[in-house]
Structure formats: structure tokens, C-alpha cells
């Protein structure tokens, strides 16, 4: 009999698993450290509104039932939050979730799609998963997605391009200007997947209306979350927005239960809740700038964010500075497998945990 091995697809076989991050307890009992804090997934320091818990628990009792399949209340109100039509919404199991609908929907076997890096570890996962050409394009010398290098990067072969704006791990973004010249620069056929997960807490004043832009390019859809400033991403919800006759295709390729009763209730609690996201906007952005004066102390050079995580280069040694912090409880983000072998991704805290996270940086830096 053939190796298990070889009787698997081979661009599924052929994918590294993504690592999944050990649960807190068990890092600490093997580190022999307590109360660490977690600064690695981009998650939301704030938690939850106290209106998300209640309307959890309010569903919890019904969960013997299949939850409704067409997110009908949560569609009513994205719909009307947002400004579109309820027939432009598509809802998912998380963003991630969204991303495999589309490529399952729009890419075949040797078709392209074009993405900058480093960017969201899925777009080369979800591309290759489906036996597509992963073309990944480098970030400009200010890490940001290059325009030019992307529109430069689509053949007649480029189904999808995936932007990640702003773009994790490195938080930087793209104006409105370099949105609207990309766009001109691609064909019609190339389907854009605008990807704006942290977009609530993008600081820049010139950010692109991509919403808006939605009306003069069909060939495009906008993603969302709940999982960032919402705090829900424990519940795995998020939502693509675009063109109704291309949303009903990605209808037809998506389970018809993929949303979670919990997760609808929790969304449709988050979005009611303004004061609730307006505080997490607000603390990110202190937050943002304890973390950059810390750095600046530190004399480390760190990149713009506008999201609710930042990238700060401490040099050659990056594992030696993650391993320490670790040792002192404080879990970061290496990003060698993305190629930025000198730099670590750090999740905005909450004000005690900032700080915690500086005192052992300046430790390990000193030691
Ligand atoms: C750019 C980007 N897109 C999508 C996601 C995934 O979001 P979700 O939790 O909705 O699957 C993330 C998560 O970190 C992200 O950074």
C-alpha cells in the first residue's frame, strides 16, 4: 500500500500545518512563570462589551437548535451600520473562513493570486490549498504594499489579489491615492480582496473609502471582522461586503450553517454597543503611543501602525529578545517565518500590560 502520505492531494500535502500557539496554562507550567500576558494574536486587549456577554448568555440555553442560517437580524443591522444593501453581505466563520469561500469560488488549479508580503499567513494557505499559484510581492522599502510591484505582478493567469490594508504583522497601510491608483492599474477580471480587519483603529486621515469604491469596481469585495475592535474572536465572525450578484456566487459556496448562533448574537450585541468600540479605539491609540515612546527610549525604530498591534525592529538578536521576554512572561510575535528576522510583532495592551511589556524589554535589552 502507498504512504498515508500519497493518498492526499499534493498541494494539500504538500502545505506546512499552521502552528497553533499553546494554550497560556501550558506555557507557563513548562516556563515556570505566572500571570504572563499575551501580546502575540492581535486580539483585542478590551474584551468583549458587557452587552456581548449577556447576549451570549441570553442564546446559550438554545443551542440544541441549528442557528439561523441566513444571519437575518445581524444582516439588518451590519446593512444599515455600513450603509449597503443586506443582498451585498456575506457572512463567515471569521474572515479566514471568507478567504477560502473566494478562492474556492474564483480560483481553479494553476490560476494566480497576487498578495504583497510579508502579509496575512492565509493568503499563501488558502491559494496553495486550493492548487493555486501563491505570487507573493514585496512590501516597498518602507514596509508597505508597493502599488506598482503588485499591479506589475497580474498576468492573464491572476484571478485574486489580496490586500491586507492596513497590513499585518507590519501595520502599515495605504492611502486613498495609492488604493485608487492600484485599482486603475488592474484589470476587471482581477477580483480585490480588500482586507480590513483592523480598520476601525486606522489613525491616518486619507484612508481609503473602499466601501464607496465598491460602486465603480464589481470585481471586488471588502472583508471585516468582529474578531479585532469587537473582541469576538473567540466566537469566529466577519463579514465580506460587495457587488449582490458576486456575493451570491460565494453564497453557493459557503456551508449553510457556517455562523454560529452565539456568534450571531455577539455580533449583533458588539455593534450596538458604539461606546464600547469607541473606548477600545481610544485605548489602542494611548496604547500606541506608550508602546512608541518606549521604543524611542530604547532608541528602536518601529513602523507607523494603524492597527492594534506594532512592528519594532530590535536587530540580530530578535530571538534572544523574544526568548526573554518570554522568560519574564511576556509572549510577542517572532516573525522569521514571514522574513523579518530582526523584528517583533507586539498586540497593544492594556496600560499595565504595556508597560509590563517595556520594563522587560528594557531588562533584556540591558542584560
Ligand atoms: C489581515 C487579517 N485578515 C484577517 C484576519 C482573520 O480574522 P478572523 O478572525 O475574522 O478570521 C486577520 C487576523 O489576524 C488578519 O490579520
Known amino acids: 500500500m502507498s504512504r498515508i502520505r500519497d493518498l492526499a492531494r499534493p498541494h494539500i500535502a504538500e502545505l506546512e500545518p499552521y502552528p497553533p500557539g499553546k494554550p497560556i496554562e501550558e506555557l507557563e507550567r513548562e516556563l515556570g512563570v505566572r500571570d504572563s500576558i499575551k501580546l502575540a494574536s492581535n486580539e483585542s486587549a478590551f474584551g468583549p ?31 444599515k451600520a455600513l450603509g449597503v444593501e443586506e443582498g ?18 474564483f480560483l481553479g488549479p494553476g490560476e494566480e493570486a497576487v498578495f504583497p508580503w510579508p502579509s496575512f499567513a492565509m493568503y499563501p494557505i488558502v491559494t496553495r490549498g486550493m492548487g493555486g499559484v501563491a505570487v507573493s510581492v514585496p512590501l516597498d522599502a518602507e514596509l508597505r504594499p508597493d502599488v506598482e510591484a503588485l499591479a506589475a505582478a497580474v498576468t492573464e493567469r491572476t484571478r485574486l489579489l489580496f490586500l491586507a ?43 481609503p473609502d473602499s466601501l464607496a469604491a465598491l460602486a465603480r469596481r464589481p470585481t471586488m469585495v471588502v472583508l471585516r471582522t468582529f474578531s ?47 461606546e464600547h468600540v469607541a473606548r477600545a479605539i481610544t485605548l489602542n491609540a494611548s496604547g500606541l503611543k506608550q508602546l512608541e515612546e518606549g521604543f524611542r527610549e530604547l532608541g528602536l525604530r518601529f513602523a507607523p501602525s494603524d492597527a492594534n498591534f506594532v512592528l519594532v525592529r530590535v536587530g540580530e538578536g530578535a530571538s534572544r529578545v523574544y526568548e526573554g521576554l518570554l522568560q519574564r512572561g511576556v509572549i510577542t510575535r517572532p516573525l522569521g517565518a514571514f522574513g523579518l528576522h530582526e523584528h517583533l510583532r507586539v498586540t497593544v495592551g492594556l496600560p499595565t500590560e504595556n508597560e509590563r511589556f517595556l520594563k522587560a524589554l528594557r531588562e533584556v535589552w540591558d542584560g
Do not use: M, W
Open 228 to 274: 479585532k475592535v469587537y473582541g469576538l474572536a473567540g466566537l469566529r465572525i466577519g463579514f465580506a461586503v460587495g457587488d449582490p450578484e458576486l456575493v451570491g456566487l460565494l453564497e453557493r459556496a459557503r456551508h449553510p450553517f457556517n455562523v454560529s448562533s452565539l456568534a450571531q448574537a455577539a455580533a449583533l450585541a458588539a455593534l450596538g454597543d458604539r
Open 165 to 207: 490594508n492596513p497590513n499585518n504583522p507590519t501595520g502599515t497601510s495605504i492611502g486613498a491615492a495609492d488604493f485608487q491608483k492600484l485599482l486603475e492599474r488592474l484589470p476587471e477580471q482581477v477580483l480585490v480582496v480588500c482586507d480590513e480587519a483592523y480598520r476601525e483603529y486606522v489613525r491616518r486621515s486619507d484612508f
Open 88 to 105: 451585498q453581505l456575506l457572512f463567515g466563520c471569521g474572515s479566514d473562513e471568507i478567504l477560502e469561500i473566494l478562492v474556492k469560488t
Open 49 to 79: 462589551s458587557p452587552q456581548v456577554v449577556r447576549a451570549i448568555q441570553e442564546v446559550a440555553a438554545g443551542v440544541h437548535r441549528y442557528p439561523d442560517g441566513s444571519c437575518f437580524y445581524l444582516r439588518q443591522a451590519v446593512a
